[in-house]
């Protein structure tokens, strides 16, 4: 069978609050941007009796067999949406886990929007909705793998045309746990963004937003406030936000120029860290 490969975006938090918690799971509103970094994923249908699912690359250690891929297929089979078809998937991890970036989330949902752009899955919207919710709460934006705005309502509007920026992303040699950085979450606030429009995205707007996460893992890892106050003394970037629940920090610039030379500045000082840029798509 004939192999596709895919790109899979890695997502950004421009800004991020808790609005309150919802039985398990928090309420959360974002504005969020994808980036031009991605892992690569090749699939084919094949004739064996099980998905094969393998991972590669430099960030694929320590990917067990419960992940979000292994979570969409079984999904896919219980419902009975793929007629007992069967997949090989191969996926090379360039995003870093644990690094606030949804790398596992957005793999499953470029999967998914492949086998439904294919046919091999047919469904409506709701149906969609329900799967992603299922895999992971994030998994939804990666169907949309474009600037978007989360409310606290949970619905998600498209923006168009939106400015684009340089970033430099900083992750440090350890990652932060998901749900160990939500469940310090002590404080909620009134939701800010339930009316999205396409100013949200423009510096002088997202200068004056946070990210509600950033502090506990701020007070958890001092590192990450080091690598916040490199960042923010290098190059005059736009502003300097972690990203997701972390661990990856982020410096924004409107220039490709500042931001290569942030890295280089930051390479020199911190030589082991992983430490890349890329530019919202």
Not at 121 to 142: A, Q
Request: charged share 25%; proline share 2%; glycine share 4%.
């Amino acid at each position: 069978m004939k192999i596709s490969k895919i790109k899979s975006n890695a997502k950004l938090n421009l800004a991020l609050n808790i609005t309150g918690k919802k039985k398990a799971l928090h309420k959360i509103e974002s504005i969020i941007s994808f980036i031009d970094l991605h892992d690569v994923i090749s699939i084919n249908q094949h004739e064996g009796s099980k998905h094969h699912i393998t991972f590669s690359g430099k960030f694929s250690k320590n990917i067990g067999k419960k992940n979000t891929i292994q979570k969409l297929f079984q999904i896919l089979d219980k419902q009975n949406l793929l007629n007992d078809k069967k997949f090989k998937i191969r996926i090379k991890k360039i995003i870093p886990q644990e690094a606030g970036l949804g790398g596992g989330s957005m793999n499953a949902a470029s999967i998914l929007n492949y086998l439904i752009k294919k046919k091999f899955v047919n469904t409506n919207s709701k149906k969609i909705l329900s799967i992603c919710e299922l895999v992971g709460s994030d998994v939804i934006l990666g169907t949309i793998a474009s600037s978007c705005v989360l409310s606290s309502n949970g619905r998600i509007k498209k923006i168009y045309d939106t400015p684009k920026y340089y970033s430099t992303l900083i992750k440090p040699d350890f990652g932060c746990s998901t749900k160990k950085i939500y469940s310090a979450v002590r404080k909620y606030t009134k939701p800010q963004f339930n009316k999205p429009k396409k100013n949200m995205f423009e510096a002088k707007y997202l200068t004056h937003q946070k990210n509600a996460l950033e502090s506990i893992a701020l007070k958890k890892y001092p590192k990450l406030k080091k690598i916040k106050l490199f960042l923010q003394n290098i190059n005059d970037p736009l502003f300097v936000r972690m990203t997701g629940s972390g661990s990856t920090i982020v410096a924004y610039y409107k220039s490709l120029k500042s931001c290569k030379l942030a890295k280089a500045k930051f390479k020199r000082k911190y030589k082991n860290y992983w430490c890349v840029t890329a530019k919202t798509i």
